[in-house]
């Protein structure tokens, strides 16, 4: 008999309205946040970013040898696949910066989905003149955010930790944090040089000299602007 437990329950609720309705978040936020809880994206999101960045990077090696309309049409798919994620993790970072009321790096758990977030954006960004870059990017951000959901980090939407309750934290925090996305996407295309090096031959030195050329331009572009950040 639940009764009681639900007419107590009525009047907590009802204390609360009354003297702390200045601080009680709206319905649309409380529903907004069961529904972001229900979605889990940033967990699901890591599994289509492993599919997605490791399935590019595989066609794309693939295509060094056997370069066809077949593969051509699959980076494109895989592409578009790698675009629709990066706005469903963006989409995932804004409903979490709306619930919170805050910038979504102010923890630890934030700061690791941030980073994931800046390393893919970046890829799309250089992915334009180098698919290899965004392969990689997208791999990486899917190892971060598998290290995200790790079960020692706390998923949930905290207060503001008043240290950070300032402008600097959308500034300097974001900026500083930011500059891991260059920085990882460096650490993983000279992982993808080294490989590419490794299985060159006499062959097909000529095609893995202009992808080795063209991944280095990029890579230190990407560790000038994480630098600079």
């Known amino acids: 008999d639940y009764t009681q437990s639900e007419e107590l329950l009525e009047s907590i609720k009802g204390f609360q309205k009354k003297y702390g309705s200045n601080v009680m978040p709206s319905d649309f936020k409380i529903n907004s946040e069961v529904v972001y809880n229900k979605v889990d994206i940033f967990n699901r999101l890591y599994k289509w970013y492993l599919f997605a960045g ?23 798919l895989f592409e578009s696949l790698i675009i629709i994620l990066f706005a469903f993790n963006t989409i995932g970072l804004a409903a979490r910066w709306f619930i919170a009321g805050h910038a979504p790096w102010s923890d630890a758990y934030e700061s690791i989905i941030f980073v994931a977030w800046a390393t893919v ?35 949930s939407i905290a207060n503001l930790q008043p ?18 996305g260059p920085f990882a996407i460096g650490m993983i295309l000279g992982i993808v040089t080294l490989i590419l090096a ?27 602007i994480g630098l600079v950040m």
């Open 121 to 155: 954006i970046f890829g799309v960004i250089f992915g334009r003149k180098s698919y290899f870059t965004l392969a990689s990017s997208t791999f990486v951000a899917s190892i971060i955010l598998s290290v995200a959901n790790m079960n020692w980090l706390d998923p």
């Open 163 to 180: 240290v950070l309750d300032s402008y600097w934290l959308m500034i300097h925090v974001a900026v500083i944090v930011g500059s891991y």
């Open 54 to 76: 490791l399935g590019l990077l595989l066609i794309l090696i693939f295509q060094i040898f056997y370069d066809n309309k077949l593969s051509s049409l699959l980076i494109k």
């Open 198 to 224: 490794t299985i060159a031959t006499k062959k097909n030195r000529k095609i893995f000299s202009r992808k080795l050329e063209e991944l280095t331009i990029v890579n230190e572009l990407s560790l000038t």
